[in-house]
């Protein structure tokens, strides 16, 4: 059995979302809302990109840093902190968006609206033993 490529993984992702108008048809994320975020490293400087669940609040787009249940927020939650302007691809477009982390009512609004949309996404807090940090991709006009 070959070994995990995540790389090759999120390459194939991305060519089937940009084959199908921002739509992934193939694999675990098949038929889900995904968006890709390139951020800014917040110690490399250097473009990284994070592969998301999304659920739309009206032109805006927000993800949540579950990193799949893990204890710790994913490394591009530091990123959209030091660096609020990312590049985003979704919905068969790419545009720049600021990020920004949500907080308070707004944070818990935001999160239930993502487990209303997705599902899935419930056990996280409890599996994770953290707040789920919740980022809005508000699009440059």
Do not use: C
Not at 28 to 57: C, E, W, Y
Not at 95 to 101: N, Y
Request: cysteine-free; aromatic content about 6%.
């Amino acid at each position: 059995m070959p070994d995990w490529d995540p790389a090759n993984f999120e390459d194939n992702l991305i060519a089937d979302m940009r084959a199908h108008g921002g739509a992934v048809t193939t694999g675990p994320m098949a038929g889900q809302p995904v968006l890709v975020m390139t951020s800014t490293g917040a110690k490399t400087g250097q473009p990284r990109r994070a592969i998301v669940n999304f659920h739309r609040d009206g032109d805006d787009y927000v993800i949540a840093g579950t990193a799949a249940g893990a204890p710790k927020d994913p490394a591009w939650i530091g990123n959209v902190r030091a660096h609020p302007n990312v590049t985003v691809e979704a919905e068969g477009r790419t545009f720049p968006a600021t990020a920004s982390l949500v907080d308070g009512a707004e944070r818990d609004r935001s999160w239930d609206q993502h487990v209303a949309a997705l599902p899935k996404f419930a056990a996280y807090p409890e599996q994770s033993g953290r707040v789920i940090p919740m980022v809005r991709l508000t699009p440059e006009t």
